[in-house]
T-cell receptor, first 111, second 113 residues
Framework: QKEVEQDPGPLSVPEGAIVSLNCTYS??????FMWYRQYSRKGPELLMY????GNKEDGRFTAQVDKSSKYISLFIRDSQPSDSATYLC???????????FGQGTTLQVKP | DAGITQSPRYKITETGRQVTLMCHQT?????MFWYRQDLGHGLRLIYY???????DKGEVPDGYVVSRSKTENFPLTLESATRSQTSVYFC????????????FGSGTRLTVV
């Protein structure tokens, strides 16, 4: 079993929809949670960063962490065609610098 | 230009050849990483380095060699390329043990024929 599980999709939604992307993990030591966005033929870029449990909002994006369920989510409101990309979750514990990545979910937002 | 740059962007090489992928960062980040990205596997860590002259294996190190004589450079060498090493390679860097995540380069698309 992988430490971080993420459904690869693809996920296709109409423009304006609310998108929910999720990851589950098995290591209870994970404390730092991130979401990266990767456009085609580009490197991943950091989108959201969360420490421990709770919610964090940034514009149309909300990151949610539920440590009791070992489950993290990224919500995208009013999705746009420019949001079409692969979204990777990543996480790490406090005693290591190594991020563990999910497989990535490919999202397509259709106009 | 400030940032993290990888070269070349694209490379085709033959089986058995040695090939080196370059990575250069301008922030003096202490940590640097090499990942490969393949369909069905996501990002897999090959090697990482906590500082100059300190390197360690990641998840898939076999067939790869790294060095880090200077903080800003972290080259990855495939000693004898195999078709299974056809992939997209990403270099990344971070400060403070990746406390705020990594910054990635644009990648090198390597094809071994």
């Amino acid at each position: 079993q992988k430490e971080v599980e993420q459904d690869p999709g693809p996920l296709s939604v109409p423009e304006g929809a609310i998108v929910s992307l999720n990851c589950t993990y098995s290591n209870s030591a994970f404390q730092y949670f991130m979401w990266y966005r990767q456009y085609s033929r580009k490197g991943p870029e950091l989108l959201m960063y969360t420490y421990s449990s709770g919610n964090k909002e940034d514009g149309r994006f909300t990151a949610q962490v539920d440590k009791s369920s070992k489950y993290i989510s990224l919500f995208i409101r009013d999705s746009q065609p420019s949001d079409s990309a692969t979204y990777l979750c990543a996480m790490r514990s406090s005693n290591t610098g190594k991020l563990i990545f999910g497989q990535g979910t490919t999202l397509q937002v259709k106009p | 230009d400030a940032g993290i740059t990888q070269s070349p962007r694209y490379k085709i090489t033959e089986t058995g050849r040695q090939v080196t992928l370059m990575c250069h960062q301008t922030w003096s980040h202490s940590y640097m990483f090499w990942y490969r990205q393949d369909l069905g596997h996501g990002l897999r860590l090959i090697y990482y380095s906590a500082a100059a002259d300190i390197t360690d294996k990641g998840e898939v190190p076999d067939g790869y060699v790294v060095s880090r004589s200077k903080t800003e450079n972290f080259p990855l060498t495939l000693e004898s390329a195999t078709r299974s090493q056809t992939s997209v390679y990403f270099c990344a860097s971070s400060e403070s043990r990746g406390l705020y995540g990594y910054t990635f380069g644009s990648g090198t698309r390597l094809t071994v024929v």
